[in-house]
């Protein structure tokens, strides 16, 4: 079992950053990849970022080059530095990790956190 622990969402204006944390209830080491989806009104929820190994990353291409996803494996937190942010950037955002065992691939949520981005 995972907890996760999301904070550091809130209003800020377009082209403005904002930080979200997510907080793990166990070593990030024993878990295989964590995570940033978001999901806006009327949408799928979409992967924004994930990290795996502690340093390997991916993005999406709408955020690249404006997001930036990091892991202080001392205090089993998953960062996402957000940059530039745009009014299309607007969601509720989840943390996400995955644990892979022998026979299956567990997913865990955090509760989410809003993000708005006025214009």
């Known amino acids: 079992q995972v907890q996760l622990v999301e904070s550091g969402g809130g209003l800020v204006q377009a082209g403005g950053s904002l930080r979200l944390s997510c907080a793990a209830s166990?070593?990030?080491?024993?878990?295989?990849?964590m995570g940033w989806y978001r999901q806006a009104p009327g949408k799928q929820r979409e992967l924004v970022a994930a990290i795996t190994g502690g340093s390997r990353t991916n993005y999406a291409d709408s955020v690249k080059g404006r997001f930036t996803i990091s892991s202080d494996n001392a205090k089993n937190t998953v960062y996402l530095q957000m940059n530039s942010l745009k009014p299309e950037d607007t969601a509720v955002y989840y943390c996400n990790a995955i644990v892979l065992t022998v026979h299956d691939e567990e997913h865990y949520w955090g509760q989410g956190t809003q993000v708005t981005v006025s214009s």
């Open positions: 166990r070593s990030i080491f024993s878990i295989n990849a």
